[in-house]
């Protein structure tokens, strides 16, 4: 079996003495495991930073096994998230939630997503933004999307602000106010352009959001707590 797809590397964990093992979110095949011969060497190392785009063809004879990558780089940001301890935390982040997935499962809207973040880590006025969104992308597709189309109590399209923890579900201002400190705030850029300035304090409120719900969904039932990236990365901006 062979096929040949774009991928963002996730990680590399060593393999003997001169080949690793390397996840990668596939464009078309999701997550992906794979053995790369020689990928200890000093040519390859540079390539197989997180954060990375390559071209990778993985061979193997039947489906069900590892299989052998053969890697070629497309787009290397290593420099760039070098530069800044914010982007280094967000593709520790993003690979944190990439491994939620399961594996060989396709996301292609997620891989399309986590491509564009990685590309734009390294700035500091955008990237929180859009790692909010990819968050609330991820509960979407693993089964625990929020609906923010209108309010849960009176059916309103308008002047949400309001997100209720039990239904995950928008209520708007007049519908909530007198449950006002037990809902969650809805931050208003989550409703708009996502390529608008957001300010420091609504990426914070985005964050605790959509936290709340990745714990309590996602990261509690599986008996683990919220990776240490996310929080190294809320630090940093």
Not at 6 to 28: N, Q
Not at 152 to 158: D, I, P, Q, V, Y
Not at 188 to 198: K, R, T, Y
Request: glycine share 8%; net charge neutral; with cysteine.
């Amino acid at each position: 079996m062979e096929w040949r797809d774009e991928a963002l590397v996730l990680g590399v964990r060593r393999h003997g003495e001169t080949s690793v093992i390397a996840e990668l979110m596939t464009r078309e095949h999701g997550r992906h495991l794979g053995m790369v011969r020689s990928g200890r060497s000093r040519a390859m190392q540079p390539v197989l930073q997180p954060g990375n785009t390559v071209e990778a063809t993985w061979r193997a004879r039947i489906e069900e096994h590892l299989g052998l990558y053969a890697i070629e780089p497309l787009r290397l940001r290593t420099s760039e998230l070098m530069a800044s301890p914010q982007a280094l935390h967000g593709v520790g982040l993003l690979s944190a939630l990439l491994r939620l997935l399961p594996e060989r499962e396709p996301h292609i809207n997620l891989f399309e997503m986590a491509s564009l973040i990685a590309s734009r880590l390294h700035e500091g006025g955008l990237a929180p933004a859009l790692m909010v969104r990819f968050e609330m992308a991820m509960l979407v597709e693993l089964g625990f999307g929020l609906d923010l189309t209108e309010c849960a109590s009176t059916g309103a399209r308008e002047d949400l602000v309001y997100v209720s923890p039990k239904s995950g579900r928008a209520v708007s201002r007049v519908a909530g106010e007198p449950w006002r400190d037990r809902l969650l705030p809805l931050p208003d850029f989550l409703m708009g352009d996502p390529s608008a300035p957001v300010a420091r304090e609504a990426v914070a409120a985005g964050f605790r959001l959509t936290g709340f719900f990745l714990e309590r969904d996602i990261f509690a039932p599986r008996g683990v707590g919220m990776p240490d990236a996310r929080a190294a990365y809320l630090a940093s901006f």
